[in-house]
């Protein structure tokens, strides 16, 4: 079945660092895959998609790029600030026709804290 | 003018007791979800509707039963409930149109989420 591993939490960094928090999936086919963001008490929003190989999905200062050849999608911000501290998941959806299109198959989630 | 909106945001309830969790949203959207978030943040699908049709039902306890009494509506009703049944359950809503095998939009937009409590 589909699968997503996430780098492990919680991540703590200063303000305007540099940040990645590593995605990789396990899925048949062409998945669509995703960045939700969760902010402190609040629900999912979504920060960022790609729907095929090498796509790059961008939003809020943040990116990913898909990569088929090593199954990842990688979560990158260059410089970091306060209201950037929440919980980021990423998540897949099977592509259309595929036994799982609709369910979104989330990693652990990883917890990240940017302090001043 | 909320997208997915769900009541309550808080619920605390004894157990054994039976709740209802309600949705809705004003999307336009055919395809509503429920997930449950569990104490160490992980979120795994319960139920998927289409169009009012069950098309997704994970391995969850026939006590929950969900129940969509249109497309804008996706309501979760809990019987019996159990210590372990406490975790945050959110609903979400996708414009994709299921057996559509060309340009479906798979984004799913989630609602604020309902923390149940069961002492």
């Known amino acids: 079945g589909n699968s997503v591993t996430q780098m492990e939490g919680p991540v703590t960094l200063s303000e305007e660092a540099f940040l990645t928090i590593n995605c990789t999936y396990t899925?048949?086919?062409?998945?669509?895959l995703f960045w939700y963001v969760q902010y402190p008490g609040e629900g999912l929003q979504l920060l960022l998609k790609?729907?095929?190989?090498?796509d790059k999905g961008s939003n809020k200062g943040f990116e990913a790029t898909y990569r088929k050849e090593t199954t990842s999608f990688h979560l990158e911000k260059g410089s970091v600030q306060v209201s950037d501290s929440a919980v980021y998941f990423c998540?897949?959806?099977?592509?259309?026709?595929?036994?799982?299109?609709?369910?979104?198959?989330f990693g652990q989630g990883t917890i990240l804290t940017v302090h001043p | 003018d909320t997208a997915v909106s769900q009541t309550p945001k808080y619920l605390v309830t004894q157990m054994g007791n039976d709740k209802s969790i309600k949705c809705e949203q004003n999307l336009g959207h055919d395809t509503m979800y429920w997930y449950k978030q569990d104490s160490k943040k992980f979120l795994k699908i319960m139920f998927s509707y289409n169009n009012k049709e069950l098309i997704i039902n994970e391995t969850v306890p026939n006590r929950f039963s969900p129940k969509s009494p249109d497309k804008a509506h996706l309501n979760l009703h809990i019987n019996s409930l159990e210590l372990g049944d406490s975790a945050v359950y959110f609903c979400?809503?996708?414009?994709?149109?299921?057996?559509?095998?060309?340009?479906?939009?798979?984004?799913?937009?989630f609602g604020p989420g309902t923390r149940l409590t069961v002492l």
């Open positions: 899925a048949t086919g062409y998945p669509s």
């Open positions: 979400a809503s996708s414009q994709d149109r299921w057996g559509e095998s060309q340009g479906a939009t798979d984004t799913q937009y």
């Open positions: 998540a897949l959806s099977d592509q259309p026709g595929g036994t799982s299109y609709g369910k979104l198959t």
């Open positions: 790609a729907t095929k190989a090498d």
